[in-house]
């Protein structure tokens, strides 16, 4: 019997045809999937200025440059026609595992109103006793069956900062107790945090007058 002969013109195109289709798909999924994942962090990001902001009907926003020269984006809120509050996020590679991804709302002055954590992949049980807020319920609300409250959940080490402002120089990290910004165990997190905080804080204020205009 002889062979039979394979038509390798035909062949090319046939293979062709599949690696065009494959090609086709493979570019639908990964817009799609892109889309997708745009819609979930404009989510994330909207329900985190929440927790961080006054009420506010609007908000615009602006980059601005620390003296680290780490970009960080700025939210100015907006009820009505009035500037009621401001939010900064920024990524600070300092983490014990790397990125940090930390929010501050700021009160007009430039001082820290709320912090939050938004993306970390820190040490669990160690770093993440940090960077976590996490709503706890008590055995007496369990007994009773009442609910957590509502709201912001406490984190002894990001709550450390309200009210704070930055000046001069860096918060120190200090020990366990009953003034803290950080944990034992956990101070590259917690230093990472801090720096964070001061970044925002203190670019906010040397910006004041620009974040009080708005985006133009």
Do not use: C
């Not at 038509?7 to 999937?33: D, E, K, M, R, W």
């Not at 509050?85 to 990524?91: K, L, R």
Request: proline share 3%; charged share 20%; hydrophobic share 45%.
């Amino acid at each position: 019997m002889s062979a039979q002969k394979i038509n390798i013109p035909q062949l090319g195109i046939f293979l062709g045809v599949i690696a065009a289709i494959a090609a086709g798909l493979l570019s639908f999924v990964s817009v799609s999937t892109e889309a997708a994942i745009k819609v979930n962090l404009q989510k994330k990001t909207d329900a985190a200025l929440e927790q961080v902001l006054p009420a506010f009907d609007t908000v615009e926003t602006m980059t601005l440059r620390s003296e680290l020269d780490w970009p960080i984006k700025y939210y100015m809120a907006r009820k009505g026609d009035k500037i009621v509050g401001y939010a900064g996020e920024v990524i600070t590679p300092e983490g014990f595992s790397g990125n940090v991804t930390v929010m501050v709302g700021l009160e007009l002055d430039g001082s820290v109103r709320t912090v939050i954590v938004t993306a970390n992949s820190e040490t669990p049980g160690l770093g993440t006793a940090v960077t976590d807020r996490k709503l706890q319920k008590t055995l007496v609300a369990l007994i009773k069956g009442t609910e957590a409250a509502e709201g912001l959940a406490p984190n002894v080490y990001l709550d450390w900062y309200a009210g704070k402002k930055a000046g001069a120089s860096r918060w120190p990290i200090t020990k366990d107790g009953d003034r803290i910004n950080g944990k034992t165990g956990a101070t590259i997190t917690s230093a990472a945090i801090g720096g964070a905080v001061y970044a925002i804080s203190g670019t906010a204020i040397d910006h004041l007058q620009d974040l009080s205009k708005g985006a133009k």
